[in-house]
Each structure stands twice: as C-alpha cells, then as structure tokens.
C-alpha cells in the first residue's frame, strides 16, 4: 500500500469516527449545545474531504481561495434560510 493510498484509508477512518460521534450526540443530553457540537462535527468532516479528497492540498492558493469562498457562501445561505425558519411563527 503507497503513502497515498495510507493517507486516504487513515482519514475515511477518521470520517468514519466523526461519524460515530455525530451518532452519539445525538442521543446525548446537550440542550442547546448539541446544534453546536454537531456543527463543529460537520466542518470537521467537511475539511477533511475538501483537504484530502478533493485534492485541495495539492493545488494553487487561488482554488483554495475559491473553495473556501464557496464554502462560505453555503454557510450563509444556510444561516440566512436558519434565520428565516427560526422567525416564523
């Protein structure tokens, strides 16, 4: 097995833990913490697949810039939508 092939077979394993802890958070008692603690999950889950899998360490700053900047903007649309469903009655 290369390093390559080790690196992306470490980190779905990695994926795979997250994933078992977006599992037990959810049946954990957090109150308004657990929104919190499974945001934080997700953009760890997210890194690691925009970083390794989609190849982001090995390219130019300005793809990462652009990535990163559409990242971004998800996160503020989905705040945006957040907002509005949080304000109606």
């Known amino acids: 097995m290369t390093a390559r092939t080790r690196t992306l077979v470490l980190v779905w394993i990695v994926l795979m833990v997250l994933l078992g802890l977006t599992l037990g958070a959810s049946f954990l008692p957090l109150g308004a913490f657990k929104p919190v603690v499974n945001i934080a999950i997700g953009l760890a889950k ?19 810039l652009v990535a990163f900047a559409g990242a971004v903007g998800i996160v503020i649309m989905l705040a945006l939508i957040s907002s509005d469903y949080l304000t109606r009655p």
């Open 46 to 64: 997210a890194t690691l697949i925009f970083w390794f899998f989609m190849h982001l360490r090995e390219v130019s700053g300005l793809i990462r």
